[in-house]
């Protein structure tokens, strides 16, 4: 029995070596598929990466199809029950890296397209695909660096679809309208190095920053909101020390992430840090690494047709959540757009075996297709 559109495509994707920052001629393959269709083809090399940008039409609105090519390393290839560059259906699912996150989402986008403009090819506004290789990696060259070109030359995205595996238990279960900030602390408290036996002599930061770090972690920042929890504190790495027992370090390096909801800015965190550090008479350096903002489409147009295709196709309504980790939706939010998440079931991604059942990635195209259908017609 031969493979079904979707399923041929995706296993072909599969079957490239596309770790992160490699596309391995994944892009290639995408772009023969719509080039036949009217597309216009952009591709964007930024030093490592390679990005697409692929649109039909010129009048708004313009929905876009967002997503990644590259994928994580496969790790330890003994412990995988099958090649993971090889993909295999196995009782029913999918098996291969890249399978749930996220070329599987990649075929469903461009089958979901073709059959689309097969039965509308006369649609409103514009279609368009924004597909980076660089959103496992440090995200420098990947989707930022396309939106800041788009946004230089006014080219506006009114509604995205980024197709990360957002759902639980079964594809379509949850749709992620939003994000929560994420923004790293790298602090470095200093002391004065000495012998244990002669503390008088030394000042141990260690002693000096704990109550500072107990003070943070015991904060409450927010409370959330409707579509967010409050914000969290978490304290990452802690390293000190020379090795020996007998000598009172010099410094205290501590680095800590915040998760935030759109009830805190970056800004309001870093004053809230600074004072509870400085409240404490410590002597240190911080420095801040911002990931992104956090972002939420709470109404709207893309929404509304999400929404209504999940429960067309599954019968039931989508939870609409925030949780998780960042995305590439961040980058693409903070043009205005409305910015959703909807893939496949997130169980398996960067694991070994990842896999993602065949069944789910006919419905996720049987979804993508229909929001088209109620955005643009």
């Not at 995988?80 to 986008?109: N, Q, V």
């Not at 893309?302 to 960042?326: C, I, M, Q, S």
């Not at 496949?344 to 991604?349: K, L, S």
Request: glycine share 8%.
């Amino acid at each position: 029995m031969s493979d079904s559109p979707v399923i041929a495509l995706a296993k072909d994707l599969m079957s490239r070596n596309s770790v992160t920052p490699e596309d391995a001629g994944c892009q290639d393959v995408m772009i023969a598929r719509l080039e036949k269709l009217g597309f216009v083809i952009e591709t964007m090399v930024f030093d490592d990466t390679t990005n697409l940008w692929a649109r039909r039409g010129t009048q708004a609105p313009l929905f876009v199809f967002a997503g990644h090519t590259d994928v994580v390393p496969a790790g330890p290839l003994e412990q995988w029950h099958t090649p993971p560059f090889e993909p295999t259906i196995i009782d029913g699912y999918l098996h291969g890296r890249g399978a749930a996150d996220m070329k599987g989402s990649l075929a469903c986008m461009i089958v979901s397209i073709e059959r689309f403009l097969t039965e509308h090819p006369d649609h409103a506004g514009s279609i368009a695909l924004l597909i980076t290789s660089d959103e496992e990696g440090p995200f420098i060259n990947g989707t930022t660096r396309v939106i800041d070109t788009l946004e230089a030359r006014n080219e506006k995205i009114d509604m995205c679809i980024v197709g990360e595996p957002s759902s639980t238990h079964a594809v379509g279960d949850v749709v992620k309208n939003g994000r929560r900030g994420s923004i790293t602390g790298d602090l470095t408290v200093k002391g004065i190095q000495g012998h244990v036996a002669y503390p008088h002599l030394a000042d141990n930061p260690v002693h000096k920053a704990l109550p500072a770090l107990a003070e943070l972690a015991a904060t409450t920042w927010d409370n959330g909101n409707t579509y967010f929890p409050a914000t969290s504190f978490q304290i990452a790495n802690l390293a000190s020390g020379t090795g020996a027992s007998n000598v009172i370090p010099g410094k205290f390096d501590v680095q800590f992430n915040f998760r935030f909801s759109t009830e805190l800015t970056d800004g309001e965190i870093k004053r809230r840090v600074h004072s509870i550090l400085d409240a404490h008479g410590l002597n240190y350096d911080l420095k801040w690494t911002l990931s992104g903002h956090p972002f939420l489409t709470d109404e709207g147009t893309l929404v509304e047709a999400v929404v209504a295709a999940v429960e067309d196709v599954n019968h039931t309504k989508p939870a609409l959540l925030t949780t998780g980790g960042t995305s590439d939706g961040r980058f693409i939010a903070r043009t205005g757009a409305q910015v959703v998440e909807l893939g496949p079931v997130n169980a398996t991604i960067h694991k070994v075996n990842e896999c993602v059942k065949a069944a789910d990635l006919e419905k996720l195209t049987d979804m993508y297709q229909k929001v088209l259908e109620k955005s643009l017609i």
